[in-house]
């Protein structure tokens, strides 16, 4: 920068000399050496601004790829209340709309007070030395600017924030609309969604339309005072030439820096636009960097022998609540022996899920405590914790990697036959045997070339491979048909073998053979026992169970 600013300022220092010297009584040993002075300045400035470009570039870009990286980072640890309270188009609109405002902030900003700065430091000097007072008129006259432009600045920053917020608002629209695309087609909403993404789209452009005409406003301002400034000095050194108080070449050197000193200015002058917007942006991705984390990894963990848990575990008067008054769990209190096969039963919102997601620690207890082989479960790290849990859900989730990839999730070598017995076991094998690619085949975002059934089995599948001590199965064979369901059970039954197992199940005909069953209601245990017992107290339990069966049955 200080080469490139150099080698800017020395071209019109060179034009003194030339006019005065070369042209009035020079030599052609005189004009050809200042001829090579000039060629060799545009030589220097065009190198050094090349390695300035690419090396305040690769800064530039390297500030905001390692903030991309520590958003996910800081993210991916972030409770899972967090993402219950933040929509996925408002995060990828942090990831994309916002780092990219911040990446156009960093690099003018850089380049702008970097080499901008430098030549019109470099160009001022020489100015001074040129004529001083004449220097300390113009740069009464060119601050002027900077005034009018701080103003729109402030407005510029609103009106990018609000853009932010409308884009990262289309950005979670347009994921739902996709997702659920199945769903506005089988209702004709094709129509109605258009209308609500044209609403969206408007507002944007109100919004972007608005930033354009703010930032637009400095040009005539600018031009304006510039133009003021420069013609002041043309009138005054004009003047003085005619009236041979200046030589012609000290007038066109000084004229030449003042004409150069205009753009970067201007230059300077627009970078607080770009600012503004960075900061806009800035400001939302620290509000999640500032966002406190309340499930917390402890700070002495306890060490694993083997790193591998027994599976003991007991509930203490265990209390929940999602932060609301409502509690969602109410003094749950139980004991499973390592080995032992627990479920949980009841209507909706009775707490079951709840329960489970306790035990990853996915959320932390409102009162009580949860211990695993004798020891509070905050007193493990979330590593040993979760790997020694493998957990089913309801929600399917896969990723578009091939099949092996998802079975053996998240590991990058894996044992390529544990994975097919794996899903033999969930009774994937067979499907995955007419894929074209078969284990290496994709399926595609979140297992959309698989049915309902299929993508259950993979995580069925994948809780296999991971073959840990403790069993979390929360509404797993719900999608599945009779037929797949009598295969996974029977592969369940030898998975659950010497495993600790807590499940959540909706058809009670799959948690007949549980060493116990608690059955749930308004976040209480109100029965428990196991299957025969239950149906003889004529409870929950049983009305729950004669709703599911037949007379027959």
């Known amino acids: 920068m200080i080469f490139a600013a150099a080698a800017t300022a020395a071209l019109p220092y060179l034009l003194q000399p030339v006019f005065d010297d070369v042209f009035a009584n020079g030599t052609m040993q005189t004009l050809t050496f200042f001829c090579g002075a000039v060629f060799i300045a545009f030589i220097v400035k065009g190198f050094a601004s090349f390695g300035e470009s690419v090396l305040m570039n690769y800064i530039g870009q390297h500030i905001i790829s390692d903030l991309q990286n520590r958003l996910f980072r800081h993210l991916l640890h972030a409770d899972l209340r967090f993402f219950h309270t933040h929509s996925t188009g408002q995060l990828i609109s942090h990831f994309t709309n916002d780092v990219n405002l911040m990446r156009n902030a ?156 205009y753009e970067p200015m201007k230059r300077l002058s627009n970078i607080n636009a770009n600012i503004q917007e960075g900061l806009a942006a800035a400001k939302r991705i620290y509000t999640l960097f500032d966002t406190p984390t309340l499930v917390k990894e402890p700070k002495n963990p306890v060490l694993l022998e083997n790193n591998r848990l027994k599976g003991d575990i007991r509930f203490e008067n265990v209390s929940f609540t999602y932060g609301t008054e409502t509690l969602a769990l109410k003094n749950i209190s139980f004991s499973v022996e390592k080995g032992q096969t627990i479920a949980f039963v009841g209507p909706s919102g009775a707490g079951k899920s709840t329960l ?57 070598i894996f044992d390529e036959e544990r994975v097919k017995n794996a899903a033999k076991d969930a009774a994937c094998d067979t499907f995955i045997q007419h894929f074209p690619k078969k284990y290496d085949e994709l399926l595609g975002e979140n297992g959309n070339r698989l049915s309902g059934g299929q993508k259950q089995r993979f995580t069925i599948a994948r809780a296999l491979y991971k073959d840990a001590p403790l069993l979390l199965l929360d509404e797993a064979t719900s999608a599945l048909d009779s037929e797949s369901e009598k295969q ?33 209601d308004g976040g209480e245990i109100v029965e428990e026992g196991r299957h025969k017992d239950l149906l003889a107290q004529k409870g929950l339990y049983t009305k729950l169970w004669r709703m599911q069966t037949t007379e027959k049955d």
């Open 106 to 261: 960093v690099a003018h900003t850089i380049i702008g007070l970097g080499k901008d700065s430098l030549t019109l430091i470099f160009l001022i000097i020489l100015m001074f030395y040129r004529d001083f007072y004449l220097s300390i008129g113009t740069f009464i006259i060119f601050p002027l600017i900077f005034y009018p432009i701080l103003r729109l600045g402030k407005r510029l920053r609103k009106v990018s924030h609000s853009t932010q917020d409308y884009l990262g608002e289309l950005t979670g629209f347009l994921t739902q609309i996709f997702q659920g695309i199945r769903v506005v087609k089988a209702y004709c909403a094709e129509e109605y969604e258009i209308k609500r993404a044209e609403n969206r789209v408007k507002k944007i452009f109100h919004y972007l339309q608005k930033a354009s005409i703010t930032r637009a406003i400095s040009h005539p301002i600018v031009e304006t005072i510039g133009g003021f400034a420069i013609m002041s000095v043309i009138a005054y050194g004009g003047y003085q030439v005619m009236q041979k108080t200046r030589t012609t070449g000290e007038f066109v050197s000084f004229i030449g820096a003042l004409i150069l000193s």
């Open 356 to 412: 489970i997601n306790l035990i990853p620690r996915f959320y932390d207890v409102t009162e009580g405590a949860i211990f695993i082989d004798g020891v509070n479960l905050r007193d493990f790290s979330f590593k040993d914790l979760r790997e020694n849990i493998s957990l089913v859900s309801q929600d399917t989730i896969l990723f578009n990697e091939s099949a092996s990839a998802n079975i053996a999730y998240p590991s990058e």
């Open 488 to 520: 996974i059970q029977s592969a369940l039954k030898n998975l659950i073998k010497g495993r600790t197992t807590l499940i959540v199940a909706h058809r009670l005909s799959t948690i007949k053979d549980a060493d116990k069953i608690y059955v749930m």
